[in-house]
């Protein structure tokens, strides 16, 4: 037909554009839905060619299997449903969407079908990931490549090991489109949804709790936080009813202990001071210091107390301005101003990477938690010629240490850096810039001219 015909001729002409500009089409955000549109297609292409080439290992799928067939059996007391691994300790919304995959492969049987799954999984997270990054409009698109086809540690997360991190990090990527899209309710339910299925969800909390009081203040907030409450409860009842200290204690055990051989970021640190409770306190100490101090210095932007958040938007003195990055520190030409999408982004993005910068402990299949942000955290500010190579560099070194197995000195070591780094950037990087303070006119009175006189 001639609609077909004219979308075909339409594409044709998009694309020999392109190619007439393709340093622009690197360099320019604006040409992020292209890229990323050529780039999901690779994907596909590269997740098949996975599949079907490298073999599959396991390592949590069948305990997930054998924990959710317990429930499915009727087992309902949380502390008697086990794996090969051991105890489940993920909240109820996991049960439910891998009780759904148990029944889809054979009761677990059918790999390769759940690697189908899986690829699945991966292209719907990466364009919720593009949604994102064409909302902000911060990204060269080169970038992308990087983020793409360059990673084996994601493609492995996803196709080759079936975790049920990304499970939880394509629900949560789900919830900022729609609080991008100013459907808060509907985002807080989501979110939700991604903390019943993994907690490290709950990193990205301080920011949405931010940006509901900035949005609604504190009787505004409150709905939108009993949303996420309410379908904890709703998740939670079969469980709740027979045996709910031993649900609550297992789905939500913030002090569980991590076993050291695993870690990738404390490998430089002895076993004793690594289980030290100590240790753990001082990370909780830090965290919660570094959080005060982007609320106070750097989510929060207007001239008002931060206490004002509590206020209803329309009874405060001062909107918050749009967040500005530092000219000077980058030598831009003029001040940026993010966009709300950008703003409320990077509230998000920032609150979970320092999150993962004191964790106490972060395992292979948890770089999926923060890999996807990276781009947005390293490019978010003004970026100068030559300080291109040195943020592709900084990806490039982290993707190294999330790839030596098993972790060492050196690699942990070098992680740490690369966050300090990134921390770094972001804090000078979006920082206000100074106040220019101007004399006021003179008040000396004009003379007085001689024929006046």
Same mark, same amino acid.
């Given at each position: 037909?001639?609609?077909? /015909?004219?979308?075909?001729?339409?594409?044709?002409?998009?694309?020999?554009?392109?190619?007439?500009?393709? +340093?622009?089409?690197?360099?320019?955000?604006?040409?992020?839905?292209?890229?990323?549109?050529?780039?999901?297609?690779?994907?596909? $292409?590269?997740? !098949?060619?996975?599949?079907?080439?490298?073999?599959?290992?396991?390592?949590?799928?069948?305990?997930?299997?054998?924990?959710?067939? $317990?429930?499915?059996?009727?087992?309902?007391?949380?502390?008697?449903?086990?794996?090969?691994?051991?105890?489940?300790?993920?909240?109820?919304?996991?049960?439910?969407?891998?009780?759904?995959?148990?029944?889809?492969?054979?009761?677990?049987?059918?790999? +390769?079908?759940?690697?189908?799954?899986?690829?699945? !999984?991966?292209?719907?997270?990466?364009?919720?990931?593009?949604?994102?990054?064409?909302?902000?409009?911060?990204?060269?698109?080169?970038?992308?490549?990087?983020?793409?086809?360059?990673?084996?540690?994601?493609?492995?997360?996803?196709?080759?090991?079936?975790?049920?991190?990304?499970?939880?990090?394509?629900?949560?990527?789900?919830?900022?489109?729609?609080?991008?899209?100013?459907?808060?309710?509907?985002?807080?339910?989501?979110?939700?949804?991604?903390?019943?299925?993994?907690?490290?969800?709950?990193?990205?909390?301080?920011?949405?709790?931010?940006?509901?009081?900035?949005?609604? $203040?504190?009787?505004?907030?409150?709905?939108?936080?009993?949303?996420?409450?309410?379908?904890?409860?709703?998740? $939670?009842?079969?469980?709740?009813?027979?045996?709910?200290?031993?649900?609550?204690?297992?789905?939500?055990?913030?002090?569980?202990?991590?076993?050291?051989?695993?870690?990738?970021?404390?490998?430089?640190?002895?076993?004793?001071?690594?289980?030290?409770?100590?240790?753990?306190?001082?990370?909780?100490?830090?965290?919660?210091?570094? !959080?005060?101090?982007?609320?106070?210095? +750097?989510?929060?932007?207007?001239?008002?107390?931060?206490? /004002?958040?509590?206020?209803?938007?329309?009874?405060?003195?001062?909107?918050?301005?749009?967040?500005?990055?530092?000219?000077?520190?980058?030598?831009?030409?003029?001040?940026?101003?993010?966009?709300?999408?950008?703003?409320?982004?990077?509230?998000?993005?920032?609150?979970?990477?320092?999150?993962?910068?004191?964790?106490?402990?972060?395992?292979?299949?948890?770089?999926?938690?923060?890999?996807?942000?990276?781009?947005?955290?390293?490019?978010?500010?003004?970026?100068?010629?030559?300080?291109?190579?040195?943020?592709? !560099?900084?990806?490039?070194?982290?993707?190294?240490?999330?790839?030596?197995?098993?972790?060492?000195?050196?690699?942990?070591?070098?992680?740490?850096?690369?966050?300090?780094?990134?921390?770094?950037?972001?804090?000078?990087?979006?920082?206000?810039?100074?106040?220019?303070?101007?004399?006021?006119?003179?008040?000396?009175?004009?003379?007085?001219?001689?024929?006046?006189?």
């Amino acid at each position: 037909g001639a609609a077909p /015909a004219m979308a075909a001729g339409r594409g044709a002409a998009v694309l020999r554009r392109a190619w007439r500009e393709r +340093r622009a089409a690197l360099l320019e955000p604006s040409y992020t839905p292209l890229v990323a549109a050529c780039l999901c297609l690779a994907e596909g $292409g590269v997740n !098949l060619w996975v599949i079907r080439r490298v073999p599959y290992t396991e390592i949590d799928w069948k305990a997930y299997m054998e924990e959710v067939e $317990g429930f499915a059996n009727g087992t309902l007391d949380y502390t008697r449903l086990k794996g090969d691994t051991g105890p489940l300790v993920y909240p109820a919304g996991f049960v439910y969407i891998f009780l759904g995959l148990y029944y889809a492969t054979g009761r677990g049987t059918d790999i +390769r079908l759940a690697q189908y799954l899986f690829a699945g !999984l991966y292209l719907l997270n990466l364009l919720l990931v593009f949604r994102i990054y064409c909302r902000t409009n911060k990204v060269p698109p080169y970038v992308f490549f990087f983020m793409c086809c360059a990673s084996y540690r994601i493609h492995s997360i996803f196709v080759l090991r079936l975790f049920n991190d990304p499970v939880a990090m394509a629900i949560l990527f789900l919830a900022i489109n729609l609080f991008l899209e100013e459907r808060w309710s509907w985002g807080c339910f989501f979110f939700s949804l991604a903390v019943s299925v993994k907690m490290n969800i709950l990193l990205f909390a301080p920011g949405l709790l931010f940006l509901l009081l900035q949005q609604f $203040g504190l009787r505004g907030c409150i709905p939108k936080l009993c949303i996420c409450a309410l379908l904890q409860v709703v998740l $939670g009842p079969p469980f709740l009813l027979v045996n709910p200290v031993g649900y609550l204690t297992r789905s939500f055990d913030l002090g569980r202990q991590f076993q050291f051989k695993w870690t990738v970021n404390w490998r430089f640190l002895p076993e004793e001071v690594f289980q030290n409770r100590a240790f753990h306190a001082m990370l909780l100490l830090v965290h919660l210091a570094s !959080l005060g101090l982007f609320a106070l210095h +750097r989510w929060h932007r207007s001239k008002e107390s931060i206490l /004002a958040l509590l206020k209803d938007p329309a009874e405060r003195k001062h909107a918050s301005p749009p967040l500005t990055v530092n000219n000077i520190l980058w030598q831009a030409p003029c001040i940026c101003p993010l966009n709300a999408s950008a703003q409320i982004i990077f509230i998000l993005f920032s609150s979970n990477f320092l999150g993962v910068c004191c964790s106490r402990s972060l395992h292979y299949q948890f770089y999926v938690w923060y890999f996807h942000t990276l781009p947005y955290l390293l490019w978010c500010t003004p970026t100068a010629k030559l300080a291109h190579m040195p943020k592709v !560099l900084l990806l490039g070194v982290i993707e190294l240490c999330w790839n030596t197995y098993p972790s060492t000195v050196c690699s942990s070591l070098s992680l740490h850096i690369c966050h300090g780094l990134v921390l770094l950037q972001l804090w000078y990087g979006t920082a206000p810039p100074p106040v220019t303070h101007t004399r006021p006119p003179s008040r000396r009175p004009a003379a007085v001219s001689k024929k006046a006189q």
